[in-house]
């Protein structure tokens, strides 16, 4: 099945909340890093274990007081309303955003979060 990105961002506070117990790590890098504007910027995801169908990743920015933000959805989608130098690639553990040509707007908080069975089995 798929989820509309409207119907992720509603998953996305269920798993968050229902799901903390799990056995699933999730490790993000670099934990900072400082860019020129301009440059090309990289943040590494990996999971413990493959997500599900290979590609349910999705990424996420934050400001401060404000509510996270979708990027990016089923690896590679770009979200509605997204700047174009946000992409994403991987499959099953291994995952990437790439900022191409990082502005100054996008200093903030990223995250990536990985969906693994249930809802759709």
């Given at each position: 099945c798929l989820w509309s990105p409207t119907n992720l961002l509603f998953l996305t506070l269920t798993m968050f909340l229902g799901f903390?117990?799990?056995q699933i790590t999730v490790t993000?890098?670099?934990s900072i890093t400082a860019a020129q504007p301009g440059q090309e910027v990289r943040i590494n995801c990996k999971t413990?274990?493959?997500v599900y169908n290979g590609n349910y990743l999705h990424w996420y920015s934050q400001k401060p007081g404000e509510a996270p933000k979708l990027?990016?959805?089923y690896t590679t989608s770009r979200y509605t309303g997204a700047p174009s130098r946000f992409s994403g690639s991987g499959s099953n553990s291994d995952f990437t955003l790439t900022i191409s040509g990082v502005q100054t707007e996008d200093t903030g908080d990223y995250y990536c979060q990985s969906y693994h069975s249930g809802f759709c089995d």
């Open positions: 903390s117990g799990g993000q890098s670099p413990s274990s493959s990027l990016i959805y």
